[in-house]
């Protein structure tokens, strides 16, 4: 095949390589590889310690002297302890029976917010939560949770009969129903829990990363007409920073909702 | 080199998958906003419920990008 004039991007490409300089090294996978600080421990162990510290002593200060009139502080744990209990726990489980799972679902929120607002954050600037590892276990807690309320409530064999056979369908139907719901239950959530927050953040970072980088490519190692050009990836990097603050609040959000609907579909009883 | 493109075909695959979850999540706002021009009192119901079925679409692109990294 004649491969002369084969698009606009790969002339481009060309053109970057003829001018001079080493070609531009696009941001991948690799980019999220840290090497460890000292011993075994990583930058992403680093941020989840301090997010960790910062949730457990943001909240207990807020917490400590609680007054009629409140502080910042404390209007701040009041607002998002506020948030969960009435907007995701209120509206799916239910208050009578989900005020107790409201401190693990506020933690879970709080946790899982500061760890993907490290993204944007000065000097750290790495969401955690986009190494796999993290929101993996974070929605396994949740699926043990889950699980565990739900053979609680209807014993071992009522658990699974509710989940795979509601009632009220035509028996054939129940030849498909039964084993998608199964394994939707048992296998599909947790990973797509993970997987969903884990790719946000990795591609969002991304995303930042080829901003970012291609302007300092532009602005360092080209110079010239291309260092002027360096101001349209740098004005979209500060604007996907805007747009990823909320990507990394909303993710948090979509966790903890699915967490509490998993949570009320263990405990719905039959109709 | 002259002529040729690198990279992973992967990736093509996954921009073609990612068009079933945007028209989906497309879908999902519309019926939110209209929802919420119809009767803007039940915003905070239908808030919950946006978001939950765009968190459920988008799982299938997310899923994408996931293999189009992992089944290189």
């Known amino acids: 095949m004649h491969r002369a004039g084969n698009g606009d991007a790969l002339h481009l490409v060309n053109v970057a390589q003829a001018a001079g300089g080493e070609p531009f090294h696009a941001p991948g996978p690799g980019d999220f590889e840290f090497p460890p600080l000292f011993g075994f421990f990583t930058k992403p162990m680093l941020i989840v310690v301090l997010a960790a510290l910062f949730v457990g002593i943001g909240f207990y200060l807020a917490a400590r002297r609680a007054s009629l009139v409140p502080s910042k502080g404390q209007f701040l744990g009041e607002g998002v302890y506020g948030f969960v209990r009435n907007s995701i726990v209120g509206d799916t489980i239910g208050l009578r029976d989900g005020l107790k799972f409201v401190p693990y679902l506020v933690t879970l929120f709080s946790f899982i917010a500061v760890l993907n607002l490290s993204g944007i954050l000065p000097v750290l600037q790495f969401p955690a939560t986009s190494r796999i590892a993290i929101p993996l276990f974070l929605a396994l807690i949740s699926w043990v949770i889950y699980n565990y309320i739900g053979i609680k409530r209807h014993g071992f064999v009522g658990y699974f009969k509710a989940m795979m056979f509601p009632p009220g369908l035509p028996k054939p139907i129940y030849v498909l129903l039964a084993p998608l719901e199964l394994l939707s239950t048992v296998i599909i959530r947790p990973i797509t829990l993970t997987l969903r927050l884990t790719l946000n953040m990795f591609a969002g970072h991304l995303v930042l990363l080829v901003c970012i980088l291609g302007g300092e490519y532009l602005l360092v190692e080209k110079g010239g007409v291309f260092a002027a050009l360096s101001v349209v990836p740098f004005a979209f990097s500060i604007v996907l920073t805007f747009f990823e603050a909320f990507v990394q609040v909303l993710q948090a959000y979509v966790f903890v909702l699915l967490s509490a609907l998993y949570i009320a579909g263990a405990l719905a009883d039959e109709h | ?72």
């Not at chain 2, 079933?20 to 906003?33: Q, R, S």
């Not at chain 2, 009767?39 to 419920?49: C, D, M, S």
Request: no cysteine.
């Open chain 2, 1 to 72: 080199m002259n002529g040729t493109i690198n990279g992973s075909l992967n990736m093509i695959g996954y921009g073609l998958a990612a068009i079933g979850p945007g028209v989906g999540i497309g879908l999902i706002f519309a019926a939110y906003i209209s929802g919420v021009a119809r009767q803007p009192e039940a915003r905070g119901v239908l808030q919950g419920i946006a978001i939950l079925g765009f968190a459920l679409a988008e799982a299938l692109a997310i899923i994408g990008i996931g293999l189009a990294f992992v089944l290189s």
